[in-house]
Structures are given as structure tokens and as C-alpha cells.
């Protein structure tokens, strides 16, 4: 109950009003008693004066019986128990008792006072008349001697005038206690009734939602707590909004950053983690966050380096290669103070194309110079077998200079087309795009390199679909492709061999798909995914001949008019090349 508001408040004013209320009925009680009591006292001291003037008259008749008659008319009259006692004590006359049975009275109290001061006042408990009684002494002279009158009433009639004061001052302080009750109740409940709503609110917004207000005029305590609480809460809301907003704006940063960011707790736990990071650890999001860091890189040089890094006061970073998904990556570990709270902040740096491209790079650097390096050896050679004598035999010189003369040609060849090709890869040769039918792209080359083909006993097959659209191209730049392909194609194929050239249009897109499939030494399975790259040649193509730039700039060529390249290949059963080109549909060359 006292947890209740309302009786807390209640209460306290029930105890005041009652503590006061039985102050008040105890002072009034006394201070009523004590004036009544004093009332009666001087009446009573007035009748005993009247009753020792009486005795005092009786005394001269000497009549023995005279003051009991005396004394029982007095009773009769004032309604009062009326004695009159002897000097000696003895009790003379009575009106209320038998006299004879009386003992001395010379040591009451009030005798004893009206004999010393000339008036005595007492109040003892009567046993016969089982009440309180109040008892006034007069003196008055019996000759040369001092009698007593003495009056007395029963206090009952006091006591009972007293207790209906109590009675009535208790009922009033019941009425008011309960009334004080009633209104502090009233009071209360309405004051609590707006705490209680207030802790509802307080609670809906613990719970999320933000909105809760309550609405009370602004004027008493209660309202104005009322509006700071709303105040408080539409603060609340714009922070929570900002921290939503930093939050979101964070995640977005996170959620696309090309980086993985990784951070770990006090206890090496992740406590986030970035969708790149979860890729470049192979791991899913929601299963890495909660686990140790241990067990979602599972890498002993990953997890040695965030040990060791997050042990120092300055960031660590190292590069690890994890050969388990072919990823080169860099991590970079530094101490992490989060609110109060030691972690970690590991940041993931995927180098795997930058690697690759370093690999191409140094790649390209060694083949050109190997490429290089053949022809002028030879051309070396050459020279200075001239300049040894073969100068002076001139058979032999002009063999020489024709050799020197092809290699010059190579050499050239390869400058062109790494030229061409460094042109074509940074888009610096502009297609002049038209309609274009098919026969005028396959045809010319096809024809070109026909008188090729023949001295090698191969069969050169153009098997062209009826009705093809016209595709969008650079006739020129495309004629290159197919005359790329074709002469790949001479190249590889043994003599007897069988070239086919088809283009059919393609099922699924507006385009047109071009072949050239040979039956040569073909390119094994583990080669076919690189001979698109520059200077790529497979090992048994070696003796073939050429830069090993035709099919990089084909490919550009083709990706350049939106097309694909891509072959098909068995070893030693043979390879087919396909290359798609858009339709021109509705492309109005002009
Ligand atoms: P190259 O000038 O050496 O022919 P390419 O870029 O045209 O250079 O070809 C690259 C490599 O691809 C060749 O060295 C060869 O190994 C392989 N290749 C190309 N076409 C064929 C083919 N039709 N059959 C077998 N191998 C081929």
C-alpha cells in the first residue's frame, strides 16, 4: 500500500489530523474539566459557608439531632451531600449516611485545610457512592472551639459533561480525518494518475517508440514536468534521427567501400564486419559477427599479424597472399579505443588485380624483349658473318641481306602491331561504324589468303547462312579479325587440313556469329583461357611463327564494335573461333 502514491501522500495527513485532533480533545478536555471543577468548587464553597452559618445557629440551641435535621435539609435543598464535624473531629450531623458508623473525620484532607487556612477543598473516591466526589470545608466557632461544615457532590455529573465533549470532539476528528482522507485521496489519485501516464509514456519510448508524448496545460508542477519531459523527448527523437542518419550514412560508406574493414573486440571477437571484408575472407556477414577473429580469417599469417598488431600502440600492416582463393591481400592492423572499450580496426586491401596486372606487366616486358631480342641476334649474326667475308661472295651476301631483309620485316611487323595495338587499347582509333553485309567482311579476306591456303594443300570452306542481316561494323577493322583468325587458322593446320569460315545469326541476341574452325594441332585446355593475352603463344605454336599480338588486338577490335571473341578448342583434334558482331538494324549510317 505504501508504494501507492496515493496513500503515500494520504497518510501523512491522516496521521497530523490525528495527532492534532487527540492533542485537542486532551487540552480541551483539561482545560473544561479544570474550569467546570472550579465552577463547582466555588459554588460548593459558598453552600458550605451558608451550611456553617446554619450550624452555627443550631450550636446555640444545643439540640442534639439539630444538625443532622440541618444537614439533611440542606442536602434537600441545594441537591449537595451535606456534614457537619466536630472540633474533635466527630461527625455531628449527616444527611447522606448513618453518623454513628462515621469514624473520625478531623484527618480529611479538606478539614484539615479549612482548619489551618480557613477554607479546604478535596476530591477522593467514595466507596459509597462509587464516584469521585469533590469535598468543601468551612470552619465556623462552636464557642471557644472550631467545628467544620463540609458539602460535597459527586463528580459524575463533571466527568459525564467531559466525556460528551470527548465523545463529540472524537467524532469530529473521525469526520475530519475521513474527509482529509477522502480529499487527500482525491488529490493523489489525480496527481498519480499523471505519473502514472508519464511512466507509460516513459516506457512506449523505451520501447522505441519515439512519438509517445503526453499533453497536460502547462501551468501547475505537473504540467510543466509534463512539457520537459516532452521537450526531453523531442530531443531524444532528433539525436536518435542524427545517430540514425551518421549510422546509415556510415553503413552505406561501409556496405560500398572497396576496402574490408574488420573490427574486433576487447575479447577478439568481431564486432563488425563490411561486406568486402566478408568477401575477401570468404565468410558470410551475420555468421562472422559474434565469432573469434581466429576463426573467420583462418589464415595463421592473418591472425599472427592482427595479434601482433593489436598488441602495439602503432598500426602493423603486412601482405598476404591467401592461396585458398587465389587473393593477394593486404591487412593493416591498428588499436582501436571505442568507447571506452579496447578492440581492434583491421583493414583489408584486396591487391589481387593489382598483382595481376604487375604479372601482365612483367609478362610483356620479358616477351617484348624476348621477341626482340631473336631477330636482332640474328640480324647480329648476320652482319657479322658479312663483314667476316661472306661480303666478298656475293651469292652468299645477297642470301644474307634477304635474310636480313625478313628479319627487318618482323621486326617491323611486330612495331606495327604493337603500335596498332596500343592505339586500338586506348581508344585512340576511331570505327567508322555502318551497316555493313556480311559477304563484304568475310569475303575479301577469305580470298586474300585463298592462294595460302591452297600451297598448303588446305581446304578453305566459306559456308555462309542465307538471308543474314547486315551487321554493324568497320568493314575494314573486321576484315583484319577474320583475316587474324583465318591465318591462325593456315598456320596451325597441317597440310590436307580443312578450314571452315561460317556466320549464322545468333538465337538469342541481334547479332551475328562468325566461325573459322580448323582441324590443326589445337590449344590445350589449360592455354585456351590466355592466347587472348599479348604476346601470348601456346608452347607448341612456337615454331609457327608470328608476335602473338593477332588475337589481343582481335579481341579489342571486336569488343570495340560491342561484339565477343572466345574459342573452342581440343588438342591435336583442332580449334574453332567464334566472334559475335551487332545487327545494324535500324543504325542509320548517317
Ligand atoms: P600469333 O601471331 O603467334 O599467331 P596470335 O595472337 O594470333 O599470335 O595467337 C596466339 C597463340 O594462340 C598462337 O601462338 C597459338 O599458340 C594460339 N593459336 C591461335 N590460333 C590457333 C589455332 N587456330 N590453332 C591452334 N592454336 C592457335
Excluded at 592482427?306 to 592461396?323: F, H, K, L, T
Aim: charged share 25%; aromatic share 4%; proline share 4%.
Amino acid at each position: 500500500m505504501l508504494r501507492d502514491f496515493r496513500w503515500r501522500i494520504a497518510i501523512p495527513y491522516i496521521i497530523l489530523i490525528l495527532v492534532v485532533m487527540a492533542a485537542l480533545t486532551i487540552y480541551i478536555s483539561r482545560t473544561t474539566w479544570a474550569a467546570q471543577q472550579g465552577a463547582l468548587e466555588a459554588s460548593l464553597k459558598g453552600e458550605a459557608r451558608i451550611l456553617a452559618e446554619g450550624a452555627q445557629s443550631v450550636v446555640i440551641e444545643q439540640d442534639d439531632s439539630a444538625f443532622d435535621d440541618l444537614a439533611q435539609q440542606f442536602a434537600e435543598l441545594l441537591n449537595v451531600r451535606a456534614t457537619i464535624i466536630g472540633p474533635d473531629g466527630t461527625v455531628l450531623g449527616e444527611s447522606d449516611e448513618d453518623r454513628s458508623q462515621m469514624d473520625n473525620h478531623l484527618n480529611r484532607p479538606e478539614v484539615q485545610q479549612a482548619l489551618q487556612s480557613g477554607e479546604g477543598s478535596s476530591i477522593r473516591y467514595s466507596q459509597t457512592l462509587d464516584t469521585d466526589m469533590l469535598y468543601v470545608a468551612t470552619p465556623f466557632d462552636i464557642g471557644e472551639e472550631v467545628a467544620v461544615a463540609r458539602v460535597a457532590l459527586p463528580l459524575s455529573q463533571v466527568e459525564s459533561n467531559i466525556n460528551q465533549l470527548q465523545n463529540a470532539l472524537v467524532t469530529a476528528a473521525i469526520v475530519t480525518a475521513a474527509a482529509a482522507i477522502g480529499v487527500a485521496i482525491l488529490i493523489a489519485g489525480r496527481t498519480s494518475r499523471t505519473i502514472h501516464r508519464l511512466t507509460e509514456v516513459a516506457r512506449r519510448m523505451a520501447a522505441g517508440d519515439l512519438d509517445a508524448r503526453l499533453h497536460l496545460p502547462a501551468g501547475d508542477d505537473l504540467g510543466d514536468l509534463t512539457q520537459a519531459f516532452n521537450h526531453m523527448a523531442d530531443e531524444l527523437r532528433e539525436r536518435v534521427n542524427d545517430l540514425d542518419d551518421e549510422r546509415g550514412r556510415l553503413t552505406a560508406i561501409l556496405d560500398n567501400m572497396a576496402d574490408g574493414v574488420l573490427i574486433t573486440d576487447a575479447t577478439g571477437r568481431v564486432s563488425l564486419i563490411n561486406p568486402a571484408a566478408a568477401h575477401l575472407l570468404d565468410v558470410e556477414e551475420d555468421e562472422a559477427v559474434g565469432r573469434f577473429f581466429a576463426e573467420v580469417a583462418r589464415h595463421h599469417e592473418l591472425i599472427e599479424l592482427w595479434n601482433y598488431g593489436c598488441e602495439q600502440s602503432e598500426g602493423q600492416a603486412a601482405a598476404v597472399e591467401i592461396s585458398r582463393q587465389d587473393v593477394f591481400i593486404q591487412m593493416i592492423v591498428s588499436p582501436l579505443e571505442t568507447a571506452g572499450q579496447e578492440g581492434c580496426l583491421v583493414i583489408l586491401q584486396d591487391l589481387t588485380r593489382l598483382r595481376r596486372l604487375e604479372t601482365v606487366r612483367h609478362d610483356f616486358i620479358s616477351n617484348i624483349s624476348h621477341e626482340l631480342r631473336t631477330p636482332l641476334a640474328s640480324l647480329k649474326a648476320l652482319i657479322e658473318t658479312l663483314r667476316d667475308g661472306a661480303i666478298d661472295d656475293p651469292p652468299a651476301a645477297q642470301r644474307f641481306l634477304e635474310r636480313a631483309d625478313f628479319e627487318v620485316d618482323a621486326l617491323t611487323q611486330m612495331v606495327v602491331e604493337l603500335l596498332e595495338l596500343s592505339r586500338i587499347e586506348s581508344g585512340t582509333v576511331p570505327l567508322l561504324l555502318q551497316a555493313t553485309a556480311v559477304e563484304d567482311v568475310v569475303v575479301p579476306p577469305v580470298e586474300r589468303l585463298r592462294p595460302q591456303a591452297e600451297r598448303d594443300d588446305i581446304d578453305l570452306t566459306l559456308d555462309l547462312a542465307a538471308n543474314l542481316p547486315p551487321v554493324l561494323s568497320d568493314s575494314d577493322r573486321v576484315q583484319q579479325v577474320v583475316s587474324n583468325l583465318v591465318h591462325n587458322a593456315i598456320k596451325f593446320t597441317p597440310s590436307g587440313g580443312k578450314i571452315t569460315v561460317s556466320a549464322v545469326q545468333d538465337l538469342n541476341d541481334p547479332a551475328v556469329i562468325f566461325s573459322v574452325k580448323d582441324a590443326g594441332v589445337g590449344i590445350p585446355a589449360n592455354e585456351l583461357p590466355r592466347i587472348f593475352e599479348r604476346f601470348y603463344k601456346a608452347d607448341q605454336a612456337r615454331s609457327g611463327g608470328g608476335t602473338g599480338l593477332g588475337l589481343a588486338i582481335s579481341r579489342h577490335l571486336v569488343q570495340a564494335h560491342g561484339g565477343q571473341i572466345w574459342a573452342k578448342s581440343k588438342e591435336s583434334k583442332g580449334s574453332t573461333f567464334y566472334f559475335s558482331l551487332p545487327l545494324a538494324g535500324d543504325y542509320d549510317s548517317d
